[in-house]
């Protein structure tokens, strides 16, 4: 393990001439933010930047803008704005959201984001979520080391390159704050992998003692907790899905077996010539949808979006007897979404069995009879229950996602919806293998959801 680690460390520590580069811009916006006439009260640099626990061209800086308590939220919000677009005056930049709109954009090749905070002592007296960040900062800087720095980069790129770094929604991984809170609890990387390795349904990460395990797990839900050490209230780990979280305690078990550069940077997809992706597609039961990309939405909340349409289209498939076996989602971020599913059948037969309760329940029997008043063939009792058969209402994928994409783009009013408007093309074969060869995004996302093997196996 440790000739890898050095290995990795040398491609992941900024050099001083970066962190010297990066000190100097930050120096300047705060310069001009005091030097600005407005109703903030202080400037501070915070995030992984500020703390040191960066990685190599990682050219994030986060600049959070300080306002008295007291400032109404319409103000806050219009204050924070308004310095936003000033610092970068002649520089790209555009709104942004978290819970409240912000500035960000691009200043010599760094992606700065300008934050309105609230200035408070403690985080229980928070008004915006991002009010917590000043506390995140100042505890991480007393208690991270110059080694622990290091350390933090280590477990930082290999959940990058797992794939589970990240509380984005389209992720839905662990964020830097918790990499750097395992960190202090392992004090190591090789601790930390050693204990990801065993971690189960119930693990608590309570750096202040607020709570007593059990405690904990019956106050916060979420495959892993980890308590805020600034707020007690949250579970900064609670954007984790089940799904990420048992992929890190694989990766962790698999780097203790046989560790390797390849964890912290996997091999490129490389996408499989066209006639193997032709004979992969034969043999699957694969369908799936072309949507435009809703014009002008950031990323976070289009995936949420997206996300949440994939499930809705994948439950009425299940609902109109296709079986979804699994799902996918990919966006380019910019023109289009694609939404795959492999399904148990792209086409079903025309009459489906239908079994109901046993014929001495009479009230739900005469329920059931009433709701198939005209079946194909039945009523009959069978094994002691109601039994018929009825014709379906739709009987190919194709056909049914055509009808239901045209009732979703009427009904709905979210942006996702308004986007099939412009654009919605059922992905058969023959235009799903055309998408794969003019879109070498969509080739990378198709030929890795193919193959179907983590990265690190």
């Avoid at 991270?144 to 290091?150: E, G, T």
């Avoid at 369908?287 to 996300?307: F, M, N, S």
Wanted: glycine share 6%; hydrophobic share 40%.
């Amino acid at each position: 393990m440790k000739p890898v680690l050095k290995q990795v460390l040398e491609k992941i520590v900024p050099s001083e001439q970066e962190k010297k580069a990066e000190k100097k811009l930050v120096a300047r916006i705060i310069r001009t933010i005091k030097a600005m006439e407005g109703k903030h009260i202080d400037v501070a640099w915070a995030g992984s930047s500020a703390r040191d626990t960066h990685l190599k061209d990682d050219r994030d800086l986060d600049i959070f803008v300080l306002f008295p308590k007291t400032l109404g939220r319409r103000e806050f919000e219009k204050e924070g704005l308004r310095i936003g677009k000033a610092v970068f005056n002649g520089h790209k930049w555009e709104k942004a959201y978290s819970e409240h709109p912000y500035i960000r954009g691009v200043i010599n090749g760094f992606e700065v984001e300008i934050v309105p905070s609230y200035k408070i002592k403690n985080a229980s007296q928070k008004q915006s979520s991002v009010d917590r960040s000043i506390f995140h900062n100042r505890y991480l800087k007393k208690r991270l080391s110059k080694k622990l720095c290091n350390e933090t980069r280590l477990l930082r790129q290999f959940l990058k390159g797992i794939g589970c770094y990240g509380a984005e929604i389209k992720t839905c991984s662990v964020p830097g704050y918790v990499v750097e809170l395992l960190i202090l609890k392992y004090k190591s990387f090789k601790g930390a992998i050693k204990a990801i390795s065993k971690w189960g349904s119930e693990t608590a990460i309570d750096l202040e003692k607020y709570y007593s395990p059990k405690n904990a797990r019956e106050k916060f839900c979420g495959h892993l907790i980890v308590i805020d050490p600034v707020d007690k209230n949250r579970n900064v780990a609670a954007a984790l899905s089940l799904e990420q979280f048992e992929r890190i305690v694989a990766a962790a078990n698999a780097f203790l077996k046989k560790p390797a550069i390849k964890f912290f940077f996997p091999e490129k997809t490389k996408p499989l010539p066209l006639e193997k992706i032709k004979q992969i597609l034969k043999k699957k039961e694969l369908i799936g949808i072309e949507i435009a990309y809703p014009k002008g939405t950031l990323p976070d909340i289009a995936w949420g979006q997206i996300k949440r349409l994939g499930r809705k289209i994948a439950k009425q498939l299940d609902l109109h007897g296709f079986g979804v076996n699994q799902a996918a989602e990919w966006s380019d971020e910019k023109k289009s979404i694609v939404f795959l599913f492999e399904l148990e059948s792209l086409v079903l037969q025309k009459a489906v069995k239908r079994t109901g309760p046993l014929v001495s329940m009479k009230e739900h029997s005469e329920k059931f009879l009433k709701a198939h008043p005209k079946p194909l063939s039945g009523p009959h009792i069978e094994k002691g229950r109601w039994t018929l058969e009825t014709e379906r209402e739709f009987t190919s994928a194709e056909k049914f996602l055509e009808e239901y994409l045209e009732k979703i783009a009427s009904e709905e009013k979210k942006n996702i919806e308004k986007a099939i408007r412009q654009k919605k093309i059922i992905l058969h074969e023959k235009n799903m293998l055309g998408l794969y060869s003019k879109n070498m995004e969509f080739s990378e996302f198709l030929t890795k959801y193919l193959k179907g093997k983590e990265s690190f196996l």
